[in-house]
């Protein structure tokens, strides 16, 4: 009941980003009330990565820097193990079970058809090293202002076999209305190059006061609002980062800015973990 008078009444009134700073201070100082952050000492490593955070609302390092070498190579052999090829291509892929797996998981899914989750095929002992990372944990916290916890990690595969026009959402840029404070992480469990179809940030855009130069207009579509890719580019192209990178490659992002998933090419997929940091206290928290 609470629930649904927070998400119906309290959710429309109070998420719309991209934020100010003002908002985000306020939003910061509130859920610190009875769960107080106290800032940690950063190494320059982590300073600098806040301040990239605050500036460009995205940036990208590798594992090697977030001390989980060991790790990832665990995990990304994990992969390899189910049947899943370094080329990124389904062509490649011996293993009929697997390609079944995919298939079936395919028709399961009807609206979000180009991405499949992988996370009941990988033992959840893998994950725990990423979502309790200390450094992961360090560079979210002091760029949020707030305790925070996990609250979401799969392994996605996307994937354009369907080719269905229709489920190409994420496809076109949006904001995320999870709230006002969060943030993602992906690690790319294979190499991403543009075929495998990378993540694409436009830096700066999860700043109100820099987005007041632009007129880039929403589209309601199902419940969620996206922006025309083309609108977009005609007035940020320059701002657009595009993740690609090889395996161990991390982003972490702040997706109240403008973000999308490049489409893979046909045959191509592209494998990574996908984590999200909120707040301790969830009260202003509205991820469906
Ligand atoms: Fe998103």
Known sequence: MIGSLKHRILRPIIINPPYSDFYRN????????????????????????VNELKEDGCFSTNIEQL??????????NEVLKLGFTKSGNFKDIKNEKLLEYVKTKMRENDVKGYKISLSGLI????????TQNEKIKKIVSNYLNVNIKNTYFDILLDHNLTENKESTET???????????????FIYLIDVNIENGP???????????????FDVKK??????????????????????????????????????????????????????LSMTFEPENSFLTFTD
Do not use: C
Request: aromatic share 16%.
């Open 26 to 49: 306020l939003a910061s100082k509130f859920l610190n009330i009875r769960n107080s952050f106290t800032k940690t000492e950063l190494s320059e490593f982590e300073k600098s990565r």
């Open 67 to 76: 001390n989980l070498k060991d790790q990832f190579e665990r995990l990304s």
């Open 123 to 130: 033992s959840q002992n893998f994950i725990k090293d990423y």
């Open 171 to 185: 496809q076109l840029f949006h904001r995320d209305h999870n709230g006002i404070l969060f943030l993602k992480v």
């Open 199 to 213: 993540y694409s940030y436009v830096k700066r855009t999860h700043n109100k006061k820099y987005m007041r130069k």
């Open 219 to 272: 589209i309601k579509i199902r419940k969620n609002y996206r922006y025309n890719n083309d609108n977009v580019y005609d007035q940020l192209k320059q701002n657009e980062m595009i993740f690609k990178g090889n395996k161990g490659t991390v982003v972490f992002s702040d997706t109240t800015g403008l973000h999308r998933g490049y489409l893979p090419q046909r045959d191509y997929y592209r494998i990574l």
